[in-house]
């Protein structure tokens, strides 16, 4: 059973650019939640997709923004990068939501960073 | 405001013995808490999830425990190996609806020789 695929691995980009990362959930997941992770911070949700649908979102301006495909699939997109971007982005799949009793998995992460 | 707080924030400790690492939250109202292990540039991997009515779960050689009274839980770690060492994450569920989980900073274990 394949695990959650997100790409790219790692990324370098300057101020003020864009960029989309991707998230493939694990086959009959329907629920895609978005991390972004620095040292000093841990774990900061981002926005939660189940079935096409944003469910939640967490306290990041709208630079930030994500959607999901009807197979699951799920991007985000960060505009106009600032220096404080740089992080690990997380996405986790989930069969139900994030929240529940339910198995959350996470994927490797892509590593951001912009310059 | 819903809260997980972990700590020590960073332990290190000889291969071989034992540690235990604390979290403490303000999440409401509860419905699970969950340990996570995170390896450097990697995500995070599940090592056990519990409810409030679950006292104790283990996973070969961690153990979880919960006093959901205290609004507490402990990871213990056995015999550590080098392998171990990592950041170990608290992460608490609010309610079984749409809530998003509520993490902890971590706390980073390093194993030594």
């Known amino acids: 059973k394949a695990g959650v695929t997100q790409t790219p691995r790692y990324l370098i980009k300057t101020r003020g650019q864009q960029v989309t990362l991707s998230c493939s959930p694990i086959?009959?997941?329907?629920?895609v939640s978005w991390y972004q992770q620095t040292p000093g911070q841990g774990l900061q949700f981002l926005f939660e997709?189940?079935?096409?649908?944003?469910?939640n979102k967490g306290n990041f301006p709208g630079r930030f923004s994500g959607r999901q495909f009807s197979n699951s699939r799920s991007e985000m997109n960060v505009s106009t990068l600032e220096l404080g971007d740089s992080a690990l982005y997380l996405c986790?799949?989930?069969?139900?939501?994030?929240?529940?009793?339910?198995?959350?998995?996470f994927g490797q992460g892509t590593r951001l960073t912009v310059v | 405001k819903n809260q997980v707080e972990q700590s020590p924030q960073s332990l290190i400790i000889l291969e071989g013995k034992n540690c235990t690492l604390q979290?403490?939250?303000?999440?409401?109202?509860?419905?699970?808490l969950r340990w996570y292990k995170q390896d450097t540039g990697r995500g995070p991997v599940s090592l056990t999830i519990?409810?409030?009515?679950?006292n104790t779960k283990s996973n070969g050689r961690y153990t979880a425990t919960l006093d959901a009274d205290t609004k507490q839980s402990s990871l213990h770690i056995t015999a550590s190996q080098l392998s171990d060492s990592a950041s170990y994450i608290c992460?608490?569920?609010?309610?079984?609806?749409?809530?998003?989980?509520?993490f902890g900073k971590g706390t980073r274990l390093s194993v030594i020789a």
């Open positions: 997709y189940f079935s096409e649908t944003q469910r």
């Open positions: 979290c403490n939250y303000t999440v409401s109202p509860f419905s699970n």
């Open positions: 086959s009959g997941h329907r629920s």
């Open positions: 992460v608490v569920s609010a309610d079984s609806g749409n809530t998003p989980l509520v």
């Open positions: 519990m409810t409030f009515s679950e």
């Open positions: 986790a799949s989930s069969l139900a939501s994030a929240g529940g009793y339910t198995e959350a998995f």
